[in-house]
């Protein structure tokens, strides 16, 4: 068994009833969501925060997984939470918003909060690249290293993308976004204007597309990796007005 890479550890938080379920992005680890997870922790929620399948140990073993692996975990965690729980939040971070629709559409849940969300199928030009690459024998894109402004600050995430697995994020998505509209749930959509990694078309498209109370906010110091960027206070302050807004 691989092991796990410092700081890309799992984290169980058992407090009130209310639970929050956080939700990494594709290539990261529970490190990008770890300081928003204590500090709902701190508030004495119930936290939950999943290391999903593939993630926060070789990039060997994500690219041996898919999507279904990953909705597989949160589905999981969420059976765990939710048995402890009386209301559940989900915060969701880039494909984790993705993995969090998905959820939503099957599970119960009070309300949602998205940063950087990665909810629609990428361009086809670049699933084109991605495609021909994997036929050349190509099965990871190197990456440019973690997406955040803040100096000094590391995410524990894998240097390159599979591209393979990437592929089934976009059959996915393709089926996904269609249906974001069937999201009636209160909504809170944080964007980075400088997000290196996602368009932030995707936040606006969400917001458009949602028919539950929804509301944005944008992260103008931050990154794609914005819950460890300057706006990381921020962000907590407003998780934990929308998580007390949404479970009153």
């Known amino acids: 068994m691989t092991a796990v890479i410092p700081g890309a550890e799992p984290l169980s938080v058992s407090g009130n009833g209310i639970g929050v379920l956080f939700v990494h992005g594709y290539t990261g680890?529970?490190?990008?969501?770890?300081?928003?997870?204590?500090?709902?922790?701190?508030?004495?929620?119930?936290?939950?925060?999943?290391?999903?399948?593939?993630?926060?140990?070789?990039?060997?073993d994500l690219m041996a997984t898919e999507w279904a692996d990953w909705t597989g975990d949160l589905e999981e965690a969420h059976e765990h939470l939710r048995s402890r729980v009386e209301r559940l939040v989900?915060?969701?971070?880039?494909?984790?918003?993705?993995?969090?629709?998905w959820l939503t559409l099957r599970r119960r849940v009070n309300g949602l909060m998205f940063v950087n969300p990665f909810v629609l199928p990428l361009p086809e030009d670049l699933i084109a690249q991605a495609t021909d690459a994997i036929d050349s024998g190509i099965e990871l894109a190197p990456g440019d290293g973690p997406d955040i402004a803040k100096p000094g600050v590391a995410e524990v995430a894998y240097d390159g993308t599979p591209l393979r697995p990437l592929l089934s994020i976009q059959a996915a998505l393709e089926e996904l976004a269609p249906r974001l509209g069937e999201i009636d749930v209160p909504v809170l959509i944080a964007t980075s204007p400088q997000d290196h990694v996602i368009d932030p078309v995707n936040s606006r498209v969400l917001a458009a597309r949602v028919t539950g109370p929804q509301r944005t906010i944008t992260l103008e110091d931050s990154y794609h990796v914005a819950t460890q960027d300057h706006d990381q206070a921020f962000l907590i302050s407003e998780m934990l007005g929308f998580i007390k807004e949404v479970t009153s």
Do not use: D, F, N, Q
Request: glycine fraction near 12%; include cysteine.
């Open 90 to 101: 989900i915060v969701a971070l880039s494909a984790g918003a993705g993995w969090a629709s």
């Open 29 to 60: 680890s529970p490190s990008s969501m770890r300081a928003m997870a204590l500090a709902a922790a701190a508030e004495g929620y119930t936290v939950e925060l999943p290391r999903l399948a593939g993630h926060g140990t070789c990039v060997e």
